[in-house]
C-alpha cells in the first residue's frame, strides 16, 4: 500500500539547535514531495516541495528538506529553531501514476526557550 | 491575492441536522481539494474538481456526503444527516492544476456534531 510515515509525533528541540522533522514515504515511481506546517486553528501552509533536480530544497522561514531517494526519505531541517517555529508540520507525497496525494499523520514540534 | 476563503468557520448542529461548507478558491485556480481533518491526523482526501468536473470522488461517503462546483469557481460540501462521527475539521485547498503544483489551503471549517 502506498504511503506517507511520520514516524515521530513529537519532537523537541532547544531554541538555537537543528531542527529534524523526519518523513518517509511508500509511493511507486517518482513522487513529488511537500511540507505544510499548521498552526492552531489555522489551514495548512506550504513550506517547500521537491519535484526535480537537486536533492536539497529550500522553502519559507529558513526550512530546507533533503530528499533521498534510495532511504525513500525527505526530512525537514532547519539549522537554527526559533520558539515561533513550534507547529504541527505534516510530510505530503504526490503518486504521479495515480495522481494521488497522500499526506502524514503529522509531527508536533515544540521549541523550547 | 486573496487566499483560499471558506465558511463558516465552526459549525455545531445536532446529529441528523443537514450541513453545507462553502469555498471560493484562490482566482484562477482550476483544480479544488476537499479534505477531512480529524484531530491528530493529517487530511485525507474526499473529492478532487478539475475545473466543474469531480474527477476523484472515492473517498467521498457518497451516502450523506455531496458536493458541486457548478460554474468551476466556488464549491459547496454538504452532509445530510450528519452524524457524530462526522465532527472533523472540513478543509478546503486549490491549485492551479494538479500535477506538480503547491495546493494552498484555506483555513477549514470545524464540525461538532451533538
Known amino acids: 500500500a502506498q504511503s506517507v510515515a511520520q514516524p515521530e509525533d513529537q519532537v523537541n528541540v532547544a531554541e538555537g539547535n537543528p531542527l529534524t522533522v523526519k518523513c518517509t514515504y511508500s509511493?511507486?515511481?517518482?513522487?513529488?514531495l511537500f511540507w505544510y506546517v499548521q498552526y492552531p486553528n489555522r489551514g495548512l501552509q506550504f513550506l517547500l516541495k521537491?519535484?526535480?533536480?537537486?536533492?536539497l530544497v529550500k522553502g519559507s522561514y529558513g526550512f530546507e528538506a533533503e530528499f533521498n531517494k534510495s532511504q525513500t526519505s525527505f526530512h525537514l531541517k532547519k539549522p537554527s529553531a526559533l520558539v515561533s517555529d513550534s507547529a504541527l508540520y505534516f510530510c505530503?507525497?504526490?503518486?504521479?501514476?495515480?495522481?494521488?496525494?497522500?499526506f502524514g499523520t503529522g509531527t508536533s514540534l515544540t521549541v523550547i526557550p | 491575492e486573496a487566499g483560499v476563503v471558506q465558511s463558516p468557520r465552526y459549525k455545531i448542529i445536532e446529529k441528523k441536522q443537514p450541513v453545507a461548507f462553502w469555498c471560493n478558491p484562490i482566482?484562477?485556480?482550476?483544480?479544488l481539494y476537499w479534505y477531512l481533518q480529524n484531530l491528530g491526523q493529517g487530511p485525507e482526501l474526499l473529492i478532487r474538481?478539475?475545473?466543474?468536473?469531480?474527477?476523484?470522488d472515492s473517498q467521498l461517503p457518497k451516502d450523506r456526503f455531496s458536493a458541486e462546483r457548478l460554474k468551476g469557481v466556488d464549491s459547496t460540501l454538504k452532509i445530510q444527516p450528519a452524524e457524530l462521527g462526522d465532527s472533523a475539521v472540513y478543509l478546503c485547498?486549490?491549485?492551479?492544476?494538479?500535477?506538480?503544483?503547491?495546493?494552498?489551503f484555506g483555513p477549514g471549517t470545524r464540525l461538532t456534531v451533538l
Open positions: 482566482s484562477g485556480h482550476n483544480t
Open positions: 505530503a507525497v504526490r503518486d504521479k501514476t495515480g495522481n494521488q496525494f497522500y
Open positions: 509511493v511507486s515511481g517518482n513522487p513529488y
Open positions: 474538481y478539475e475545473n466543474e468536473e469531480a474527477v476523484d
Open positions: 521537491y519535484i526535480t533536480g537537486d536533492n
Open positions: 485547498a486549490s491549485s492551479l492544476t494538479t500535477s506538480t503544483d503547491t495546493q494552498y
